[in-house]
């Protein structure tokens, strides 16, 4: 299956899982960018910005959990992302805590919330609808996915 094609499924996970892949880069870059800020709080949600990239990458770019060393625990942490409600709710807990950085005034982190929060209404329709998650098989998923779970 092509990206097209992957794209012309409706299958909301793919739309989801794309997403992800942009709001990893969002949150990388907003979280450096904005790691040089003189606010104490900004830094602060600059810094769980940036650990939210490191966690959607390993959750979105499965074949990363086999060529990266990582421990069992977080290899066990992630594998608990594998079910569209799972990362429904991954996804709204990461914005809000995006959101919650308008408190320190407000900041290019409100893109990488926004983005966060379309990425969580993607997989809650995939999982009102009662869609199995697929996973893009140009981010490793399916074939590679099976040998990692």
Do not use: H
């Amino acid at each position: 299956m092509t990206l097209a094609e992957e794209f012309r499924s409706r299958n909301f996970s793919i739309y989801g899982q794309w997403t992800g892949v942009v709001c990893i880069v969002l949150c990388f870059a907003l979280g450096i960018a904005n790691i040089f800020s003189f606010n104490a709080g900004r830094i602060v949600f600059s810094i769980i910005c940036l650990v939210s990239a490191f966690i959607i990458i390993f959750i979105e770019v499965p074949f990363l959990l086999r060529i990266c060393p990582t421990s069992e625990k977080f290899d066990n942490f992630i594998r608990r992302f594998t079910t569209n409600w799972m990362r429904a709710a991954m996804y709204a807990v990461m914005s809000t805590v995006q959101w919650l950085s308008l408190l320190t005034g407000a900041s290019s982190l409100i893109a990488a919330a926004v983005f966060l929060i379309i990425a969580a209404l993607f997989y809650a329709l995939a999982g009102l609808k009662s869609q199995e998650f697929v996973g893009s098989k140009t981010l490793g998923g399916q074939g590679l996915a099976q040998m990692i779970v």
